[in-house]
Each structure stands twice: as structure tokens, then as C-alpha cells.
């Protein structure tokens, strides 16, 4: 079985443009999380997808951030535009179902901004 | 507010035990996870505890105290792929709610 899988792996872009980060979970959860991890901290919840329907953004840092999830498969995260404390490794995740089910993680896409 | 504890840095031997402390404060509580992330890799999932006492699998265990918001990641007869950070995660205690609150990571270094 195909694990979390993201797209790109690394991604180099100037200050102000924008960048679509892209996320396929494991088929069949219902569940998708993005997380990220800037340089020396801890890797920080942004938002938890059910399906196509947003049940926690409150980690979403301001409205330059846009995730989506058309279809409830796979996941966009748009960064327009980018700036240069947007630079980390975004994690995506994705677990089955309700209850405590295990979050089962992609290996990053690493932002540069400059 | 949500706070987690661990060290930043830790050392052992090849065949040894090494002992990863984690302290937790947070505003909710629904299980606790350790995680191994090798350098430019995905964490991978060790162990979930969500109620008080010890789970064991093969070199791995995990201990956890709800009451004193502690728990221990035990990793025993060490190998050099065992070299890696280790990061503990608390999930929110909130119904519907399933987010991960994580530590900075102990990135452990095992030594021959």
C-alpha cells in the first residue's frame, strides 16, 4: 500500500510569488492534516481536512495560506504571496477514520523563500 | 497553552539503552505518540499510549503517566540505524479534534 505522498519535494521561490504545495493521502482516509516545521522548531499543526470539509484550521498562520480538498482525495496548500518566514518543510498526514487513529506521515516538501 | 518537554540531544553506544523523556502540559489530552524521522525523511510512527502504563514492541517501548503528564520512549539493544530524532506528540483532547501537538525532537546518535 502507497504511503503519504507529496509533491514537489523542494520548491525555491522569490519573495511574493506563489507556490501550490500538493498532498496524496493514503487511500481511503477520510483524514488529512498539513503541518509545518520552520528552521530549529517544532513542526506546528495548520489545518484537518474530513473529507472535502474543514474541521480545525486554527493553525493556519493568516489568509495567505488557502488548502483545499476538492473531492476529499488528494490536498493543495497555496502560499500567494510567499514571504520569507514561509520558508520550512511542510509535512502532510493523513489518518482513516474517527477516534485515535494514527496520523501517518508524507516526507515533506521544503520551502525556500528568498 | 500547550507545552512539550524533551531533550534536545542525546548519545549512547551501539548495543545499549537509551531512555527519550517527554513532559507534556496541555489543554486536552487524547493519546500520546513517539515518531522516528531520519534526516529528509517522513516521521514514522513507534508507539501510542493513551492510558497509564507501559506498551512494548520488540526493541521498542513506551511508558506513559497521565497524572504527572510524563512519558518515556525506551529503545533497547541499539543500532546504528537507530540514529535519528525521536519526537513526541500529544493529540488534542477535543471531540472531532485530532490535531498533533509536537516536541522539538531528541535527535539521539548512537556511536559504535
Known amino acids: 500500500e502507497a504511503g503519504v505522498t507529496q509533491f514537489p519535494s523542494h520548491s525555491v521561490i522569490e519573495k511574493g510569488q506563489t507556490v501550490t504545495l500538493r498532498c496524496d493521502p493514503i487511500s481511503g482516509h477520510d483524514n488529512l492534516y498539513w503541518y509545518r516545521r520552520v528552521m530549529g522548531k517544532e513542526i506546528k499543526f495548520l489545518l484537518h481536512?474530513?473529507?472535502?470539509?474543514?474541521?480545525?484550521e486554527s493553525g493556519m498562520p493568516n489568509n495567505r495560506f488557502l488548502a483545499e480538498r476538492t473531492g476529499g482525495t488528494y490536498s493543495t496548500l497555496k502560499v500567494q504571496p510567499a514571504e520569507l518566514e514561509d520558508s520550512g518543510v511542510y509535512f502532510c498526514a493523513s489518518s482513516q477514520g474517527q477516534g485515535r487513529d494514527t496520523q501517518y506521515f508524507g516526507p515533506g516538501t521544503r520551502l525556500t523563500v528568498l | 497553552g500547550q507545552n512539550i518537554d524533551q531533550p534536545t540531544e542525546m548519545t549512547a553506544t551501539e548495543g545499549a539503552i537509551v531512555q527519550i523523556n517527554c513532559t507534556y502540559q496541555t489543554s486536552g489530552f487524547n493519546g500520546l505518540f513517539w515518531y522516528q524521522q531520519h534526516a529528509g525523511e517522513a516521521p514514522t510512527f513507534l508507539s501510542y499510549?493513551?492510558?497509564?502504563g507501559l506498551e512494548e514492541k520488540g526493541r521498542f517501548s513506551s511508558f506513559l503517566s497521565r497524572s504527572k503528564g510524563y512519558s518515556y520512549l525506551l529503545l533497547k539493544e541499539l543500532q546504528m540505524k537507530d540514529s535519528a530524532s525521536y519526537l513526541c506528540?500529544?493529540?488534542?483532547?477535543?471531540?472531532?479534534?485530532?490535531?498533533?501537538?509536537f516536541g522539538t525532537g531528541t535527535r539521539l546518535l548512537v556511536s559504535p
Open positions: 481536512f474530513v473529507k472535502e470539509s474543514k474541521q480545525d
Open positions: 506528540a500529544v493529540r488534542d483532547g477535543r471531540t472531532g479534534f485530532q490535531k498533533l501537538v
Open positions: 499510549n493513551v492510558l497509564d
